[in-house]
């Protein structure tokens, strides 16, 4: 069995894509759920408090469910790629695979791609069931927008998991790299307070969904995707020169 179907089978046997799946899923559901019968809901426990909300527009529904994702969907992320990426967490399974390998790469790519492809699918099945419930309960959607914001929110998972990998490798154990790249992905929009810095940050395609579907135009996103796409590249770089020069 090679070193692809070992991270798929691991993924699948230790029931981590249920994480990824339930919490996308859940919000997909949620969110849409929430955007439509928020007032009534805060009228059923408010009390004699009386709460005026203006009517629901469909992209209530979108942005409920994009504000949901990016905290605790997020936090699945970065739990199902440290747990793959954290190689060294433990030494013999680490001396196992990398006495077996020609480069570094080798271990770390399907460690990468496999959590990856969990996360992204798993953003898509949730946006896709947010869609039907948003134009189920609310009103139709500009879908075409929801798309293609979804597959910029897709790179930036390609950035998050990148930025698991290269964390993995200064810390001594998974907790440690879930932590510290929470911390991470926590400061990053938080530079945003910089008005120049904000349009490059990869933090800004977490939202692209909703606001594609407004009144946003792709090109608006173009620094951001631009500065993701490096990124990750020059993490993926850095993860693999230092488990290359890591001593077993």
Request: hydrophobic letters at 60%.
């Given at each position: 069995?090679?070193l692809?179907?070992?991270?798929l089978?691991?993924l699948l046997?230790?029931?981590r894509w249920?994480?990824?799946?339930?919490?996308?899923?859940?919000f997909?559901?949620?969110?849409?759920?929430?955007?439509?019968?928020l007032?009534?809901?805060?009228?059923r426990?408010?009390g004699?408090?009386?709460?005026?909300?203006?009517?629901?527009?469909?992209?209530d529904?979108?942005?409920?469910?994009?504000a949901?994702?990016?905290q605790?969907?997020v936090?699945?992320?970065?739990i199902?790629?440290?747990s793959?990426l954290?190689?060294?967490?433990?030494p013999e399974?680490?001396?196992?695979?990398?006495?077996?390998?020609?480069?570094?790469?080798?271990?770390?790519?399907?460690?990468?791609?496999?959590?990856?492809?969990?996360?992204?699918?798993?953003?898509?099945?949730?946006?896709?069931m947010?869609?039907i419930?948003?134009?189920?309960?609310?009103?139709?959607?500009?879908?075409?927008?929801v798309?293609?914001?979804?597959?910029?929110?897709?790179?930036?998972l390609g950035?998050?998991?990148?930025?698991?990998?290269a964390?993995?490798t200064?810390?001594?154990?998974?907790?440690?790299?879930?932590?510290?790249?929470?911390?991470?992905?926590?400061?990053?929009?938080?530079?945003?307070?910089?008005?120049?810095?904000?349009?490059?940050?990869?933090?800004?395609?977490?939202?692209?969904?909703?606001?594609?579907?407004?009144?946003?135009e792709?090109?608006?996103?173009?620094?951001?995707?631009v500065s993701?796409?490096?990124?990750?590249?020059?993490?993926?770089r850095?993860a693999?020169l230092?488990i290359?020069?890591r001593?077993?």
């Amino acid at each position: 069995m090679n070193l692809w179907r070992v991270e798929l089978a691991r993924l699948l046997r230790t029931n981590r894509w249920m994480l990824l799946a339930g919490v996308f899923a859940t919000f997909g559901l949620l969110g849409p759920l929430s955007a439509r019968y928020l007032g009534e809901i805060i009228a059923r426990f408010g009390g004699e408090i009386e709460v005026t909300f203006p009517d629901p527009k469909p992209i209530d529904g979108i942005a409920q469910f994009a504000a949901n994702w990016s905290q605790l969907g997020v936090l699945a992320v970065v739990i199902v790629a440290a747990s793959a990426l954290a190689i060294d967490a433990r030494p013999e399974i680490s001396a196992f695979y990398r006495t077996r390998v020609e480069n570094a790469w080798q271990v770390v790519a399907p460690r990468y791609w496999v959590p990856l492809a969990a996360s992204a699918l798993s953003l898509i099945v949730g946006t896709f069931m947010a869609v039907i419930a948003t134009e189920i309960l609310i009103g139709p959607l500009d879908t075409v927008g929801v798309a293609l914001g979804t597959g910029l929110a897709v790179i930036y998972l390609g950035f998050l998991v990148a930025l698991v990998a290269a964390i993995s490798t200064f810390t001594a154990g998974t907790t440690t790299t879930i932590f510290a790249a929470l911390a991470t992905a926590i400061a990053i929009p938080a530079v945003g307070l910089i008005a120049a810095v904000e349009p490059w940050l990869p933090s800004e395609l977490v939202g692209a969904a909703m606001d594609l579907a407004s009144d946003a135009e792709p090109l608006d996103f173009l620094r951001s995707t631009v500065s993701a796409l490096a990124s990750t590249t020059l993490l993926l770089r850095v993860a693999v020169l230092r488990i290359d020069r890591r001593e077993i």
